[in-house]
């Protein structure tokens, strides 16, 4: 094994399923040169794997000698305390045969430098495949390790019998073999020398670990993508999950020819035609992520969730017979409730291996009924701020099973909108617990947030803001909820998520060119072509809603989210480098109108809690969405120099707030992004400001309006605590995205 690192904002990362260690010791020194003593380590990695040439480190030099191998095994240094004057200058050694000890004198090159150091060597396997340990073996007494310092002296090392010896169980063994003689440095001083314990801080590292795991994974999975195959449709049970499936089939196929990233792998093979490993090889993989900002997302996510969300959720839910599912009439049956319950025991581990070693469906229900103490995930209040962490109970298997899905989710991200870098990510709540990705992997329904991209159509088939549009609907007996009002200009119908005027938008534009344009906008997943699709429907993902938005404050281009800057190998050569993709969605006078509309959302209408919660008063376009009985809560927002979206939600649809005063997208989403907008406006070393404006034509006045640009009324709104959220309606969205 060996650590893949990510630097960001200066600063390495390890991969998920990576290791980790100090760098100048990285996963386990093989040999320390302690001045000219030698120190031979192989309690953790007998030769960790690092691509790399021979390492000529203050005149000493190493290589392993193979038999039968047909090739040096090559050594590269990784000093503690490098020796003054040198920089881990990497000497290539040519493979072929290596001759005897003294024509390896004569060969090697030292670099003349002089003190002393420790150094770590590290070597590439020439068959990985078979294991370090394995090869130990199949080397004993066979292998050698010759150490020469340039000028006449060497130390040939057996390979085997001392890595048997010197493998302890926990700890690291260190056996000072024959010294190297060298001028200038005397006996006594070497015998102490040698005597300095290695100083290796080295553990391994859970892919669990480390900053922004989410983003990791996700990146993990980009590069390691395999081509798509297209899926068979006898496969699937349903014509509706075929045709999912195959929409995903599409998106994948998309992504393999137009996103360098991915599949990266399997598309850049090296000169010699082999594949890279992303943990063997030393790829050094740099992020667009701003570790400053990617704290202040992280905090603004678990004060609002850990301090606001679940305790409301948990006293909304507290005695409930439906655990944490909707109690709301006629939403879902109690046969229903248990037929999910069910389905997620025979989904966790303890089900299927009870039921492999042949437990009857019996002893399985008694086990799961049975308290146990377990460790369970939980909220912790500290000094600074609400964290995620965990509890010791005393709870069944069923009972543990019901309180984790009773834990509410998020997703967040934020990107410069015309670069494409993302500057946070995140994709829940705590890697520890809950690992699916809900900025990249995870897609529910959007709500009102699809208002803007639908709105966008109108704007370019000859709609203005100041055009008047009726609320009323009836089509074929559909009619939504939150569509009354009379008729309203498009402004003040978007400002309020007004129902009723998005329905007749879409009977305007048309469904087909309406799900064309959401392709246009990176909407990638199956859509279904009905009325319905004008409240939003639909499935997407934040990062794909962040990347739509995009659009409107970078003048009608929509960005593609850029997670890797560059890949480097282990040499520092660079492998890849990433380029924005850009995409024209709309005209640039669409995306004016958008963003002026949008700023009414936030100055005016079910954004507003943004100037007065949250002392807001950069200029800013955004959009609250709610679905059904408030299963997911959104808030899509930007600034000039950012752009933003936040998702809240349960594990499943059925798992949500009845109380929409506190589910809507208005408390429930829009105050994470204001936290995280104060946060980054109150950071000096941040380069945002709230002093900078979208760029609009000089004489851009569509409404003949000359307070457009500024709020022409301020609420006066305190965002409440958990306690003082009360059973009922209300609230500033409570209408939205009404499907039925």
Not at 380 to 392: L, M, R, S
Not at 397 to 403: G, N, Q, T, W
Request: charged content about 20%; glycine content about 12%; aromatic content about 8%.
């Amino acid at each position: 094994f060996c650590r893949s690192s990510m630097p960001s904002s200066g600063r390495r990362m390890t991969l998920p399923g990576g290791s980790s260690g100090s760098s100048r010791a990285r996963s386990g020194a093989l040999y320390r040169f302690s001045g000219n003593s030698t120190v031979m380590d192989m309690a953790h990695a007998p030769f960790p794997s690092v691509n790399g040439p021979q390492a000529v480190h203050g005149g000493l030099q190493a290589v392993l000698q193979l038999p039968g191998q047909g090739q040096t095994l090559q050594l590269r240094a990784g000093g503690e305390h490098p020796v003054p004057g040198s920089h881990e200058h990497p000497v290539q050694i040519g493979g072929g045969a290596v001759p005897p000890a003294p024509q390896a004198q004569q060969q090697a090159q030292g670099s003349g430098g002089q003190g002393r150091g420790y150094i770590g060597l590290e070597a590439q396997l020439p068959h990985p495949e078979i294991g370090a340990d394995r090869l130990l073996r199949q080397l004993a007494g066979q292998g050698v390790v010759i150490i020469s310092d340039g000028v006449g002296d060497h130390q040939v090392l057996p390979v085997g019998a001392e890595a048997a010896a010197l493998r302890q169980e926990g700890g690291v063994a260190g056996v000072p073999l024959r010294e190297v003689r060298r001028p200038g440095v005397h006996h006594a001083e070497a015998e102490a020398l040698k005597a300095t314990p290695l100083g290796l801080d080295y553990h391994r590292v859970d892919h669990k670990e480390g900053e922004v795991p989410y983003m990791r994974e996700e990146i993990r999975r980009l590069i390691t993508a395999e081509k798509p195959k297209r899926p068979k449709k006898d496969d699937y049970k349903s014509d509706v999950s075929w045709k999912i499936a195959l929409s995903n089939y599409q998106t994948d196929s998309t992504q393999w020819e137009t996103n360098p990233l991915y599949g990266w792998i399997a598309k850049n093979p090296k000169p010699d035609g082999s594949f890279y490993d992303l943990y063997n090889d030393g790829l050094r993989i740099y992020t667009t992520v701003d570790l400053r900002m990617q704290k202040y997302a992280e905090e603004a996510v678990y004060e609002h969730l850990g301090g606001v969300l679940q305790p409301a959720f948990t006293a909304e839910k507290r005695g409930s017979k439906f655990g944490p599912y909707s109690t709301n009439g006629g939403e879902i049956t109690a046969e229903q409730v248990k037929g999910f319950i069910r389905k997620a025991i025979r989904q966790t581990g303890r089900y299927q291996s009870m039921k492999k070693a042949g437990a009857s469906d019996e002893e399985i229900e008694a086990a799961f009924d049975t308290p146990y103490q377990m460790e369970v995930f939980a909220w912790h209040k500290t000094a600074d701020g609400y964290k995620p962490g965990t509890k010791v109970v005393k709870m069944s298997p069923r009972d543990s099973l019901l309180y984790t899905k009773s834990i509410l989710r998020a997703g967040m991200m934020a990107m410069d909108p015309v670069t494409g870098h993302v500057k946070a990510y995140v994709g829940g709540i705590d890697f520890n617990h809950f690992q699916y990705d809900m900025v990249s992997r995870g897609k529910r329904q959007i709500g009102s947030t699809s208002k803007p991209l639908l709105y966008t159509l109108a704007m370019e088939q000859g709609k203005d803001p100041c055009s008047v549009q009726s609320a009323h609907v009836n089509m074929g007996g559909w009619h939504p909820k939150g569509g009354g009002g009379g008729a309203m200009t498009l402004k003040q119908a978007l400002t309020s998520s007004n129902n009723g005027v998005s329905a007749n938008l879409l009977a305007f534009v048309g469904i087909p060119t309406f799900i064309d344009k959401l392709r246009m906008f990176g909407i990638q997943g199956y859509v279904v072509p009905n009325m319905t699709i004008s409240l939003g429907s639909y499935d997407a993902s934040v990062l794909e809603m962040v990347s739509a938005y995009s659009t409107f404050p970078n003048k009608g281009q929509r960005v593609d989210p850029i997670l890797v800057s560059r890949i480097e190998d282990n040499q520092g050569n660079v492998l890849y480098s990433a380029n924005a993709h850009r995409t024209e969605v709309s005209t640039v006078e669409a995306a004016y109108n958008m963003v002026m509309m949008m700023m009414s959302v936030v100055n005016n209408g079910t954004g507003r809690s943004l100037r007065s919660s949250y002392n807001i008063s950069a200029e800013m376009g955004g959009k609250t969405g709610t679905t059904n009985n408030n299963s997911d809560a959104w808030f899509m927002g930007y600034s000039p120099e950012l752009v933003c979206g936040v998702w809240v939600g349960g594990e499943e649809r059925f798992i949500h707030f009845n109380n929409g005063s506190i589910g809507q997208g208005a408390r429930a989403a829009l105050p994470i992004y204001g936290r995280f907008f104060r946060k980054i406006y109150n950071d000096p070393k941040l380069p945002y400001s709230q002093d900078v404006q979208f760029e609009f034509p000089e004489d851009y006045n569509p409404c003949g309006d000359n307070e457009w640009r500024i709020s022409s009324t301020k609420v006066s709104y305190n965002p409440p605590t958990a306690a003082t959220y009360t059973q009922g309606g209300g609230g500033d969205d409570d209408v939205e995205g009404i499907f039925d």
